[in-house]
């Protein structure tokens, strides 16, 4: 059995709680190694919707063991509210869920700092979901981060915020936000070390545990949160998160080498979306683009904010399949297309009055551009359907391009939003 990385393909939302929660039961461990709480992988299972943005979709099969690697940047109040909300909910957690100690903690003063700087930006805003993921991560980079091993030592803990907050306070005031008084820093300290004795339960090491699981042989999947063109490194920065989404980093996030990696599904929608500012070559402002929105259901499961909408974009897949690996494709919403009578595909840009077929490596040229549009048949309904060969021939017409595009297998297509709406080609755990 391989072990298995999930991975949006395009700029998040694509369904990847879905297709974890397809695959989750058949690994061992379910492990989360980017990105914190501005994720938001829904699932629904006999009619009951769940939202999870920290805890790793595999947590709704019993037999599975769920981590939180060192890549994480983890919001422990949330994190404890969304362990509550599904022990509430029957689902057993104790004993399942692993959070690294190396995992850095998101705290008050990141979503104030996050919050401000968004004000201040204006109409350059980047569309950041306001929850202190990227200032988090850029006390990591800079090594001024607290980490989850800290709650448990409180002279080191409150040293880190004070040295923090000294700096911090500044800027605030210079982005029009009062500074913290040490009465507010010390009861910041009383709050997050209670946090900490409260999560120790669930705290360890957790890229030794999986080293150890894998030499037992047992299969581990690991769950992207956002998705490729939002990687900070190689999506259209600035207008990115503040992670690594790419496949690669899931060895990283987790605390293993690039050997435990031996698949990468790369999810995508039927059609495309995007959330907040940056470039978006397919995007429709019209009734078409309204009527994927309200067909789909294209709100954020974290903020609740529209969704952009467009046609798919084989560009920036295949740029997407480069830069994660992406061995084989699941695609989700494909009954968001039903009834449409008309297709469109993007298959190229226009730059300049020039053709180009690859994904333009300098984000202002990717404002410029121009979709060029195959047209392909509609179809009509295809949920009901048990198999690819259930699907209408314009639906399956549909399926077979997109595989060749991308130059790779389709391995799931989804024809619904609940657990069990999918048709599976092949199991990427068996290849």
């Known amino acids: 059995m391989a072990n298995v990385v999930v991975v949006g393909a395009q700029w998040g939302d694509e369904g990847k709680g879905k297709v974890v929660d397809r695959y989750g039961e058949r690994a061992a461990w379910v492990v989360r190694y980017q990105g914190g709480n501005n994720a938001g992988h829904t699932l629904v299972v006999a009619g009951k919707k769940t939202v999870l943005h920290l805890v790793p979709s595999g947590i709704l099969h019993p037999s ?121 820093a010390e009861a910041m300290l009383d709050e997050y070390v209670a946090y900490g004795e409260r999560l120790q339960k669930y705290v360890g090491n957790v890229g030794l545990t999986l080293d150890r699981a894998m030499k037992d042989g047992k299969s581990i999947l690991f769950e992207g949160a956002q998705g490729t063109l939002l990687d900070v490194d190689h999506g259209t920065y600035p207008f990115v998160t503040s992670s690594n989404t790419v496949a690669g980093n899931a060895a990283t996030g987790a605390g293993l080498g690039p050997k435990a990696i031996q698949h990468v599904v790369g999810i995508t929608k039927a059609y495309t979306t995007r959330v907040g500012s940056g470039p978006f070559p397919t995007e429709l402002e019209d009734e078409v683009g309204e009527k994927l929105r309200a067909v789909g259901d294209e709100f954020g499961a974290t903020t609740g904010r529209p969704r952009r909408c467009g046609w798919l974009d084989f560009v920036a897949l295949r740029y997407a399949v480069r830069v994660s690996g992406i061995d084989s494709v699941a695609l989700t919403k494909l009954d968001v297309l039903s009834g449409f009578s008309e297709l469109l595909v993007c298959t190229a840009y226009e730059l300049d009055g020039e053709r180009i ?38 639906a399956r017409v549909y399926l077979d391009r997109i595989a060749r595009e991308l130059d790779v297998r389709i391995t799931l297509v989804s024809v619904g939003p609940g657990r069990g709406e999918d048709l599976e080609a092949f199991d990427p755990f068996r290849g």
């Open 64 to 184: 599975v063991r769920c981590a939180i690697g060192n890549g994480v940047v983890v919001d422990p109040k949330i994190l404890l509210e969304e362990l509550e909300l599904l022990s509430a909910q029957g689902v057993e957690v104790e004993g399942r869920i692993l959070v690294s100690l190396g995992a850095h903690l998101i705290l008050p003063y990141h979503k104030r700092l996050d919050l401000a700087r968004e004000r201040f930006r204006g109409v350059d805003k980047i569309g950041t979901t306001g929850r202190g993921i990227g200032p988090a991560y850029e006390d990591k980079i800079a090594r001024r981060g607290v980490r989850v091993a800290d709650l448990y030592d409180r002279d080191r803990f409150g040293g880190l915020v004070s040295q923090r907050l000294a700096e911090l306070n500044a800027i605030l005031v210079a982005n029009g936000d009062p500074a913290y008084a040490a009465h507010e």
């Open 357 to 394: 077929e690859t994904f333009p490596d300098n984000v202002h040229d990717l404002q410029r551009v121009k979709p060029v549009y195959e047209s392909m048949e509609g179809f009509g309904d295809v949920r009901g359907a048990t198999s690819v060969a259930d699907l209408p021939k314009a």
